[in-house]
């Protein structure tokens, strides 16, 4: 009888010491199967070359593009890109062909485009194309002259959406496809400025924006 209950006691000993060490060290935060993050550490702050507004970012590989952008709210536009390499934590300078704020821009395929935009003049149907691989810059063209447009990426398809351009808010879509340099052309559903664009595995979203008539913000959602 001794017997069994030392042995009641020794395995009571050994869960009470398994429960405090399972106290004492709790399991690690789970890992993002797609980055490997467990946190977001905030790293510091750096300038840009320039100090602007509206101005376009889009980032590939190790490298964020800071692209164009108006020094005084909406009068005087700037050409200037910031690239920040993220590897080496250095930042460079580059130039638009055009100077101009409200652009937008995304990244497929090793390269990162920024198209449309508001000039001193007008509206820009420019297309500023950095390619990673061959480090120099393209230009291209959109096929409809506008500002306040919305862009994204999936896979190597490059899509500019909406905007608003000489003659009132635009339904157009551009899609660029990375790897045969080559444009498309679709519609939205409604013309619409100010709207906002993302990508998830192989879909491009497009949402919100406003229609111009009355100023009444839109709710639709678009899949591309």
């Keep these: ?17 398994s429960s405090c060490s399972k106290k004492k060290n709790p399991a690690p935060p789970p890992v993002d199967p797609g980055t490997g993050l467990t946190k977001i550490t ?28 108006s020094t ?24 638009l062909t055009e100077a101009r704020y409200m652009l937008a821009g995304a990244a497929a395929g090793a390269k990162i485009a920024f198209g449309g ?21 393209l230009t291209s063209q959109l096929s409809e002259a506008r500002a306040g447009l919305a862009a994204a990426a999936a896979g190597n398809t490059i899509i500019f959406a909406g905007g608003k351009g000489a003659t009132g808010v635009s339904k157009t879509v551009d899609i660029y496809n990375t790897n045969t340099n080559t444009w498309t052309t679709g519609q939205l559903s409604v013309a619409r400025t100010g ?30």
């Design 72 to 95: 005084d709210n909406g009068t005087t536009a700037s050409k200037a890109v910031d690239v920040y390499d993220a590897l080496q934590g250095v930042w460079y300078t580059g130039s």
């Design 42 to 69: 905030y790293l510091g702050s750096a300038d840009m070359s320039v100090a602007r507004s509206s101005l376009a970012a889009a980032g590939f590989g190790g490298s964020v593009f800071f692209a164009g952008g």
């Design 195 to 224: 709207l906002v664009a993302a990508a998830a595995g192989t879909k491009i979203v497009f949402a919100g924006g406003d229609d111009d008539a009355g100023h009444f913000p839109l709710y639709e959602v678009l899949l591309w």
């Design 1 to 17: 009888m001794k017997k069994i209950n030392l042995l009641f006691a020794a395995a009571f000993l050994l869960i009470a010491a």
């Design 117 to 137: 935009g508001k000039t001193a003049t007008g509206f820009s149907k420019t297309v500023d194309i950095y390619d990673l691989v061959k480090n120099i810059w």
